[in-house]
């Protein structure tokens, strides 16, 4: 499938959607998908009801995982170490080829990393430790919830349980105070420093250097009570050799709205004003120099504009010079955290860098079953509910198909020769300009094949822009990998709507008491860019 993208972009795109057939997909993502909304996933029920499912489903993200990377599985039987974690935590090693393996060899002792995350996993909430999931010129992009507070070390009971409710940001146990306070109710003036201080181990063994921090509380408050905390307001600053990033974002209920306004992210900005919301976008200034974006603007952004911004940060910190790290996580880190983990192991994926032997249709698979359904996306309760984050995450890749997105475009600016009257990637981009996308483009703001008729029903019409630069290969090749790029990211797409569609979709609002469904479908068909799909391929 992946053979020909950039030779017959044109042709196969076009073809496949005006045909309405759907694209090939793995085997075992619909029984994945299906599985993914009837139940939440827990370690310690791999073997029981759907274990054979389940089973299924984490082996073949081993095989996945193993064709192109030497990897170790660090083992999570029965949620031993966290519950909501796969069973079978795989840390990437280096990459499979000989070439990668002698560029970028792993110096991490496995025994010592499995030591490290027993001692941490109390740092932080839910037990969901720093984990490192995508393996990136050497450096570990990591997840994780953020950090406890005094309840979750004392009480981690079902008085948890009784309060959260499902919700992403959900997490109600006791008071979190102040070490000092701690100290008098324990006795231990030591118990932050001593549990922080192994998730900073942690941290430093994988070498992360970049916190990346989701919230957009500074602590989260329940029932009028503290019930997290954070890097960036742990008042012993025990985490200032880090560079920290606050970049708060929409909880998952807000994806409500998303959904109610028939999918369309456009024009849908968060409510900032709101009474809990506490904690300012805060990057520091050499970091953002390079990314062009007015960052004073983002209470201004909508979904699309916010999460594209976002992104783009989170690619220019992973596509840096320097060896380090980087974390991402939000409260309960399952599902904001996998939002943007997914879209950066897709994203990267799409320019070739990761996973390099894997189709459209492999990568969609591994992505769903790892970064979502294993690591605990409560998809069930969301879908019951209408915040449809998981939906929104494979839709939006429409939205970072072009070159500003492209982790390729730095070494390229670095390599390329004189101009030699060809086009530069400026004079490229300026010509044509395009709106944002709509509910039916697969496309951004500038690609090589690009959608004509983002109105059409059913049916996509595409054109080639036809550049050819005098004198300058290097660009010519370039050109070809970002066409690549949009297709692949099409492709993955189109399999996830296909899917999607055929097995969760329409499961998330209940059928009217006639009976009829008309309205439902042509709801999703509107929202998703399949109107031209008869309701009985949905």
């Not at 090693?93 to 970028?104: I, M």
Request: glycine share 8%.
């Amino acid at each position: 499938m992946a053979g020909a993208r950039a030779a017959a972009a044109t042709s196969s795109a076009g073809s496949s959607a005006s045909s309405g057939n759907p694209p090939p997909q793995e085997p075992g993502l619909g029984e994945l998908l299906e599985e993914f909304s009837r139940t939440q996933y827990r370690a310690k029920d791999g073997s029981g009801t759907g274990g054979s499912k389940v089973e299924r489903i984490e082996k073949r993200c081993l095989e996945l995982f193993g064709r192109d990377y030497c990897f170790s599985v660090i083992p999570n039987t029965n949620g031993d170490i966290c519950g909501h974690y796969p069973r079978h935590i795989v840390f990437l090693e280096y990459e499979s080829s000989e070439k990668e393996k002698d560029t970028f060899e792993s110096t991490v002792q496995v025994s010592k990393l499995q030591d490290l995350i027993h001692r941490s996993k109390m740092a932080r909430c839910r037990g969901r430790f720093v984990c490192p999931v995508i393996l990136f010129k050497g450096k570990h992009i990591c997840r994780s919830a953020t950090l406890a507070g005094w309840g979750e070390l004392y009480g981690r009971s079902g008085y948890n349980y009784f309060f959260s409710g499902g919700a992403d940001d959900a997490w109600a146990d006791v008071e979190d105070v102040t070490e000092e306070d701690c100290a008098l109710r324990s006795g231990d003036t030591h118990l932050f420093d001593k549990v922080r201080g192994y998730d900073i181990k942690l941290l430093r063994y994988l070498s992360v250097k970049y916190i990346c921090d989701l919230m957009v509380e500074n602590k989260k408050v329940k029932f009028g009570m503290n019930v997290t905390s954070s890097e960036k307001v742990d008042k012993a600053q025990r985490y200032a050799d880090f560079t920290l990033l606050s970049i708060p974002y929409p909880g998952c209920e807000f994806f409500k709205e998303y959904k109610d306004r028939d999918y369309m992210a456009e024009g849908l900005i968060f409510n900032w004003k709101q009474d809990y919301v506490d904690a300012p976008l805060s990057i520091p200034d050499f970091l953002t120099h390079s990314l062009n974006i007015d960052w004073s603007q983002y209470q201004c952004w909508d979904l699309v504009q916010q999460t594209q911004n976002y992104l783009k940060l989170l690619l220019s910190l992973v596509n840096s010079d320097d060896d380090s790290g980087l974390l991402v996580h939000c409260i309960s880190g399952w599902d904001r955290t996998p939002l943007f983990i997914s879209l950066l192991r897709l994203s990267l994926w799409a320019d070739g860098l990761i996973h390099t032997s894997l189709k459209p249709a492999e990568i969609l698979y591994l992505t769903v079953a790892y970064d979502w359904f294993l690591f605990g996306h409560m998809l069930v309760d969301r879908l019951s509910k209408g915040e449809e984050i998981f939906f929104f995450c494979f839709n939006f890749l429409k939205h970072i198909t072009s070159e500003e997105f492209s982790a390729l475009k730095t070494q390229r600016r670095k390599s390329l020769p004189a101009r030699d009257g060809g086009f530069t990637l400026e004079d490229i981009c300026m010509l044509r300009r395009k709106d944002r996308g709509s509910t039916t483009s697969l496309g951004s703001d500038f690609s090589l094949v690009m959608e004509n008729s983002p109105g059409a029903t059913g049916s996509f019409t595409y054109e080639a822009v036809e550049l050819v630069p005098a004198g300058a290969p290097t660009q010519a090749a370039w050109l070809a990998a970002l066409s690549d790029r949009e297709t692949r990211l099409q492709e993955v797409r189109s399999a996830f709507l296909a899917a999607y569609s055929s097995t969760v979709g329409l499961r998330a609002v209940a059928p009217s008491p006639s009976g009829a469904i008309g309205g439902l479908l042509e709801q999703f068909a509107r929202g998703v860019g399949l109107r031209g799909i008869s309701s009985n391929a949905l």
